[in-house]
């Protein structure tokens, strides 16, 4: 098991930034769990500090966890005291690097507001209904199979059917594919998710209807019934949600980046990186699968 000094080194993400954004509450609802000299540890701070250790902690229990924390901050409070003492807050490449991250936090927290905590269930539907009206409904079918070895035994299975005995049965009794218990079915698929002689020969069975010749496969001989056709049914909402909020998220957030660069236009210098840029950024490549970035409010 890992030391309490080494969850600490490997925690060391995102606490110095977490430990400087607390708001201030009062101290029953933010208790000061240590103190580092005359700073103070409070409650929030820890749980900033546990939002941010490295994933490969993610699965340690909550109070390992929570130690693992609290041994990364105090090392930060430790050692950042000792940086303020010696003035490294003034150092030019420090200053730069705090800017960034200042920037960084603050789109991360105009995202969090203007598009994460910004999307309604009505938007998500809206675009969850847009998307469906667009698709072009596949047929599919439900069908059952018997897979033999050799094209005598689909014959002689083909013989049983012709003489009225029950598909299902003759599947958990003969057949060689591991669906044999489910009566050979296969549920319903659309063209493509088949072998190629396999899916021609099921699709133009109708309903109802069995092979009456052995289908030869790679796999071996298919003897073929369709339970059903249908169109393929679009998924339900509450199976794509996540995928859909996705989908205005990104919206919102392009809309955001539209109107920011309208009022303040990019002048790239460098022709090469213009070039490379204006690639990615172009209204067809930002659109096109391109999902809204992730942030600490969106996971």
């Known amino acids: 098991m890992f030391k309490y000094s080494k969850l ?88 730069q690097r705090l800017a960034f991250l200042t920037d960084r936090e603050l789109h991360n927290a105009y995202f969090k507001k203007h598009v994460v905590d910004a999307v309604t269930p009505e938007e998500v539907k809206a675009r969850y209904d847009k998307e469906v009206a667009a698709i072009t409904p596949e047929d599919e079918i439900r069908a059952r199979h018997i897979l033999v070895k050799t094209e005598d035994e689909a014959k002689a299975v083909i013989a049983e059917l012709d ?53 030869k496969t790679q796999f071996g001989f298919h003897v073929i019934k369709i339970e059903d056709k249908r169109q393929q049914q679009p998924p339900a909402l509450d199976q794509v949600e996540a995928q859909v909020r996705q989908l205005v998220m990104r919206d919102k957030y392009l809309a955001l980046l539209e109107k920011a660069k309208a009022a303040a236009p990019v002048d790239i210098q460098d022709p090469a990186l213009k070039t490379a840029y204006d690639a990615v950024n172009k209204p067809e490549a930002a659109g096109e699968g391109e999902a809204a970035p992730a942030t600490e409010g969106q996971q």
């Open 163 to 215: 003489a009225g005995k029950d598909f299902v049965e003759i599947a958990k009794a003969k057949s060689t594919d591991p669906n044999k218990s489910e009566g050979g079915d296969l549920g319903y698929f659309a063209k493509g998710r088949m072998v190629p002689e396999f899916e021609t020969a099921a699709f133009a069975l109708e309903k109802g209807a069995y092979s009456k010749v052995p289908v």
């Open 8 to 95: 600490a080194a490997v925690a060391l993400i995102a606490i110095a930034a977490a430990s400087t954004s607390v708001r201030a509450q009062d101290a029953a609802a933010d208790p000061v769990v240590a103190k580092v000299g005359a700073l103070e540890i409070h409650e929030s701070e820890l749980k900033l500090a546990i939002a941010g250790l490295d994933p490969q902690l993610a699965n340690l229990p909550d109070e390992q966890k929570r130690v693992a924390a609290l041994s990364s901050i105090i090392d930060v409070k430790l050692l950042a005291a000792d940086a303020d003492k010696e003035g490294l807050q003034n150092d030019a490449d420090f200053k």
